[in-house]
């Protein structure tokens, strides 16, 4: 009886395996083409700009610059920095910059990025005023245009907004090899599920909602993937997510091995949280309602177990390996029969997504760093055990180094 057990379930793997990584390769497809411009908008909505920052005296100064810098009228929207429990000078560099500092800390308030967002969130909403809210990181820029072009999207019916994000500082191996990966998931992904009406992902900064969608949908004070989260709530309440493609936000990408690893534990213990509380009733919405939107995110938020579905799947193939496993059959019918031909016919499967950043025209640095994304793959297995058995609470800070300011990126 365990065998039939096992052997369906190596099979049930394979098939979901298979089945994901076709979807998302069709799903690229899309990103051949590109999108439609927002037309601007006729009128002007009033923002409230929104920065969580602890300990970021270093390049806090700088995020509030380039909001100020904005292409708006400066009357229409307000910087708000949120001193989450500093200890350095965090608040007074943010203040000289142009922004209102709150202090999130003192009695019965908790250290956290998603405690000070609900918290602060909830107090400017009191004010009154604001039609629109948007996210940032202290280390984040924002493009002049950014609010303008999330007027235009919100003009046009959208409620919730993510910005197209790309890396700020690529003077070092390890952020070109980051940045060049956000290029193509730009192209191949997030463009493809806003042509066919698929949610966005949130990234943590750039992020805009209507006062609507920030009065009914709180941040999370406990997970650590707070943007995951929230996006895979506001998808099971139907929501849908827009990408901004115009709307440009500049983020800081890891340049030492440590702040790549401890900022990828923290993000692998946060999805597996994610997939814990939202996974089911994804999948319940999806079938349901038949909501598309629903089943993406479902499918999404499961790739969070992809690697131990992996290493399960082969663990099975190899207990049944005198049975039938869909992978072997497959492999075993692809051309030819020596391994050279098999491994020749998968190549254009490891060359294609770097087609995206010959269409988004990268810089040829960026190109050639993209090939050495399997050296971070090899990483994969720590990381993943590691954020497993991290707790919940396990924050991991990344310090924030990149003194790039918004001029040095825009013409």
């Known amino acids: 009886m365990w065998k039939i057990t096992a052997l369906i379930a190596s099979n049930s793997i394979q098939v979901?395996?298979?089945?994901?990584?076709?979807?998302?390769?069709?799903?690229?497809?899309?990103g051949f083409w590109g999108l439609k411009k927002t037309p601007p908008a006729a009128g002007r909505r009033r923002f409230a700009l929104l920065v969580p920052a602890h300990n970021e005296e270093g390049v806090v100064g700088l995020a509030v610059q380039s909001l100020v810098s904005q292409k708006y009228p400066r009357g229409l929207f307000d910087i708000f920095v949120v001193a989450d429990h500093c200890s350095d000078n965090t608040a007074p560099v943010a203040a000289a910059a142009g922004a209102r500092v709150l202090d999130h800390s003192g009695p019965g308030l908790k250290?956290?990025?998603?405690?000070?967002?609900k918290w602060v969130t909830a107090k400017i909403l009191a004010l009154g005023g604001y039609d629109a809210f948007c996210y940032f990181d202290a280390d984040s820029l924002a493009?002049?245009?950014?609010?303008?072009?999330?007027?235009?999207h919100l003009a046009a019916g959208d409620k919730a907004l993510q910005g197209r994000q790309v890396a700020k500082n690529t003077s070092k191996l390890l952020s070109k090899i980051l940045a060049s990966g956000h290029l193509v998931s730009n192209r191949f992904f997030q463009l493809p599920k806003q042509a066919l009406g698929l949610s966005a992902n949130l990234?943590?900064?750039?992020?805009?909602?209507?006062?609507?969608?920030?009065?009914?949908?709180?941040?999370d004070e406990t997970c650590l993937t707070e943007d995951i989260e929230m996006q895979m709530r506001l998808v099971r309440h139907g929501v849908h997510i827009a990408w901004a493609q115009d709307a440009l936000v500049y983020d800081e990408e890891p340049e030492e091995l440590s702040q790549y690893i401890c900022r990828t534990i923290r993000w692998t213990r946060g999805s597996l949280d994610v997939a814990r509380r939202h996974l089911p009733g994804l999948f319940a919405r999806a079938l349901r309602r038949f909501d598309p939107k629903a089943l993406e995110g479902a499918v999404y938020c499961s790739q969070t177990y992809r690697f131990a579905a992996v290493m399960l799947a082969a663990a099975l193939v190899w207990l049944n390996r005198d049975s039938f496993n869909l992978l072997v059959w497959l492999f075993h019918r692809l051309p030819g029969v020596a391994n050279t031909l098999k491994i020749v016919s998968l190549v254009p499967l490891l060359l294609?997504?770097?087609?995206?950043l010959l269409i988004e025209k990268a810089r040829p640095d960026?190109?050639?760093?993209?090939?050495?994304?399997?050296?971070?793959?090899?990483?994969?297995?720590?990381?993943?055990?590691?954020?497993?058995l991290r707790g919940r609470d396990f924050w991991g800070r990344t310090e924030h180094t990149s003194r790039v300011v918004i001029a040095d990126l825009v013409e």
């Open 16 to 30: 979901f395996l298979f089945a994901s990584g076709l979807f998302y390769l069709f799903l690229s497809f899309r």
């Open 111 to 117: 250290a956290g990025k998603g405690r000070a967002l």
């Open 143 to 152: 493009h002049p245009g950014f609010l303008e072009a999330m007027n235009a």
């Open 203 to 219: 990234n943590g900064k750039g992020m805009c909602f209507s006062s609507e969608v920030a009065a009914a949908f709180h941040w």
């Open 352 to 356: 294609y997504p770097a087609v995206a």
């Open 366 to 388: 960026l190109l050639v760093a993209y090939f050495l994304h399997p050296v971070l793959a090899a990483l994969r297995l720590p990381i993943f055990v590691a954020g497993v």
